[in-house]
């Protein structure tokens, strides 16, 4: 009786239905991946803003945003490239703003080490001159012959190491920090970059073969 029934459901009405789903599901991908790439570029826009490339401070806030968020990016990416693989006149421009975006995101790195590099090196003069200026003044107490009450020359003397060994501290602290961050945004960028490009090319392949006279 089953037998019977299928048999009477036309052809067309049987080979329509997959292609009806797979039309709905490469739209669903459209939508998800156009409110990614749209969410990454907002977020992006209000938590560097207001833009001021030419700043170290911003430059690192705005390589670690990017980073953490970047996987955002490619997750859209990767569905709005699925959703029109089929549309050469869309597929391949995206195709290759995505080798771009990858390829940006790789050399970022140089730039993540460098201002890195240079952060490390304010930070610790910032830290060894107020430090320098803590101990010109306790120098200057324990030269002079008016002591505050109730303190003694030794006690000035153990303030003034135990500002050198902190001073010492605060410089290992802020170099591992700096250092730690910097890798974290390298992992991201370098990571998703390397996704992005393969993302790419993934897309222009599959468009070569789909051209008339392509290779299966």
């Keep these: 009786m089953t037998s019977i029934l299928r048999s009477r459901v036309p052809n067309s009405a049987q080979s329509s239905a997959p292609l009806t789903n797979i039309t709905m599901g ?17 977020d992006m826009l209000v938590a560097t803003s207001p833009p001021t490339p030419f700043e170290i401070g911003w430059r690192i806030n705005f390589l670690q945003q990017a980073g953490e968020r970047s996987i955002v990016f490619l997750f859209g990416a990767a569905l709005l490239l699925y959703s029109q693989i089929t549309n050469r006149r869309i597929a391949k421009p995206f195709s290759l703003i995505c080798l771009g975006v990858g390829v940006a995101l790789m050399l970022s790195c140089i730039v993540v080490i460098r201002d890195g590099l240079v952060l490390q090196d304010v930070s610790v003069e910032r830290i060894s001159k107020q430090a320098e200026q803590i101990q010109n003044q306790m120098e200057e107490r324990q030269n002079s012959s008016d002591l505050p009450e109730g303190v003694t020359l030794e006690q000035l003397q153990q303030a003034s190491a135990q500002i050198t060994t902190e001073a010492k501290r605060l410089t290992s602290n802020t170099r591992t920090d700096i250092a ?14 390397l996704a992005l490009v393969g993302l790419g090319r993934c897309g222009l392949r599959n468009i070569r073969q789909m051209a008339p006279g392509g290779r299966g």
């Design 26 to 42: 490469r739209n669903i991908c459209l939508i998800v991946g156009l409110a990614c790439i749209a969410g990454f570029i907002v």
């Design 180 to 193: 730690r961050r910097g890798l974290a945004s390298m992992g991201n960028l370098l990571i998703v970059g």
